[in-house]
């Protein structure tokens, strides 16, 4: 197993008359080469749970294993852990600030100890990854669109050969387009790389596509941790705690209650279509 969460429980401001129970009691097992979609709604715990996995938040109580290592056990090293555990955060082109795109996808390997020629052999296959254009290699990051400074800094994390990848909210603040380009050219990389990805999000719609599993987070527990279509299946309860599932859900759901034949766990819309067409077929 990569990652193992073992009753993790953090609290932010503990002992004081503000203290909020963020997570409670985690047990979580992250295999290497999942994509998982990890589910909430704000509040929910969610990012606190994804901090905890690369140490940059420290739990109150349990253990965290990355491939059988305590991280809290007094010699482990961090730093170590950071490089095999990419965490790219909400809204990560703000972060950009070298002259040039290349320059600030080089800088963490090179903050790794590489010379700038590895660091830029590094770089050139993270953005060729990401799908950025090579003519965009040499611009100012300042100059990209929305979706461009958002695969920059995604390579600038796949540059330093991370094993696990972990995307905070990375479609937020992009258009529909710019949206659905990310997490397909992220679910490219997964595909060609194995890499282990955890995908958060509040939104069923980014995730229905792409990833192989999901955990719903609920005010610092774990709802539901399945495959996609055992998961949607609760789309009743999903909507009681302010999360919906996919639209092609609730079509689905329609459609049996006025009598076709359909497949109400589909959760692509690929798989929608070919149940509703098999559905239709059969009542011709």
Known sequence: MSIILDHISYVYGEGTPLEVKALDDICLQIPDGQFVGIIGHTGSGKSTLVQHMNGLMRASAGHLYFNGEDIYDRD??????RGKVGLVFQYPEHQLFEIDVLSDVCFGPQNQGLTRQEAELKAFE?????????????QSPF???GGQKRRAAIAGVLAMDPQVLILDEPTAGLDPMGRIEILHQIK???QETGLTILLVSHSMEDVAEYVDRIIVMNKGKILFDDIPREVFSHYKELEEVG??????TYVLH???DRGFDVD?????????ARTVERAVSGRT
Do not use: H
């Not at 953005?127 to 040499?138: D, F, I, K, Q, S």
């Not at 109400?264 to 929608?272: C, K």
């Open 76 to 81: 482990f090293c961090m730093k170590d852990l």
């Open 243 to 248: 999360l919906a599932a996919p639209q092609v």
């Open 254 to 256: 329609a459609l049996k």
């Open 188 to 190: 490219q990389l997964q």
């Open 143 to 145: 100059e990209l669109s």
């Open 264 to 272: 109400v766990n589909a959760t692509t819309v690929e798989e929608a």
């Open 126 to 138: 993270a953005l060729r990854r990401v799908g950025m254009p090579m003519e965009l290699y040499y």
